[in-house]
């Protein structure tokens, strides 16, 4: 499997709320980072996993959370949900060493 | 902190002109720098990849230099086409810290004019 996939691509939540965001990567990509990009800025680093286990962070409070599966797949969940955290939700993956990371396409998460 | 800086914020051209992008970063310690293309409202696609030992990468129309000591990194396009209009970032990977985040600039909003 080619390329990074994001669902659902559009989500509508509620100021309070809590929203789960998935990405699948390519099969060997053992790094996956999210980021949020607010309209009009450059993305921000949330959080980075490798082979399952957290390793960085960015400043974004703990009810930002991940997951990375060993099948590639990684998800991003945030809790109480804030109109602040209305944007595009970016994940990215690679495998390592000399090779750059390959992005999906996005999910557009808009709290009202 | 590493920070990232993209000039101009917003560049317009008739089609045709050969253009030049430009990106600045705080800190040299870095390993590599990556220019991405971004559609409105889309995902980025990679574009070139500079490791930090790496003074320029090419590919097609596109050509990017790096200069580590100085901090800064060029985007040339040749022969620009209203196909090339988006927003062109550029990312710095720092060498600090245990993850390989990358820090963006806010980008440049290219538009080429028929």
């Known amino acids: 499997e080619t390329g990074v996939t994001q669902s659902p691509t559009h989500l509508i939540k509620t100021r309070g709320q809590q929203v789960t965001l998935r990405c699948s990567s390519q099969s060997g990509h053992n790094t996956v980072s999210w980021y949020q990009q607010a309209l009009g800025q450059g993305p921000q680093f949330i959080f980075q996993?490798?082979?399952?286990?957290?390793?960085g962070r960015g400043n974004f409070p703990p009810r930002f959370s991940g997951l990375q599966f060993p099948n590639y797949s990684s998800e991003l969940n945030v809790n109480a949900l804030e109109l602040d955290d209305s944007a595009l939700y970016l994940c990215?993956?690679?495998?390592?060493?000399?090779?750059?990371?390959?992005f999906g396409s996005g999910t557009r998460l808009t709290v009202v | 902190k590493q920070e990232v800086t993209q000039i101009p914020a917003a560049l317009s051209v008739p089609e045709g002109e050969n253009l030049v992008l430009n990106c600045s970063f705080t800190?040299?310690?870095?390993?590599?720098l990556q220019w991405f293309r971004q559609d409105p409202g889309k995902g980025l696609t990679s574009l070139l990849l500079?490791?930090?030992?790496?003074r320029e990468q090419t590919s097609g129309r596109l050509n990017a230099s790096l200069d580590k000591s100085s901090g800064r990194s060029t985007l040339y396009i040749a022969a620009s086409q209203p196909g090339d209009s988006a927003t062109y970032l550029c990312a710095v990977s720092p060498r600090q810290g245990g993850s390989e985040k990358l820090v963006f600039g806010k980008g440049t909003k290219l538009t080429v004019n028929p």
């Open positions: 800190d040299s310690a870095i390993y590599n």
């Open positions: 996993y490798y082979r399952e286990e957290e390793n």
């Open positions: 500079i490791q930090s030992s790496q």
């Open positions: 990215a993956s690679r495998t390592g060493g000399i090779y750059g990371y390959t």
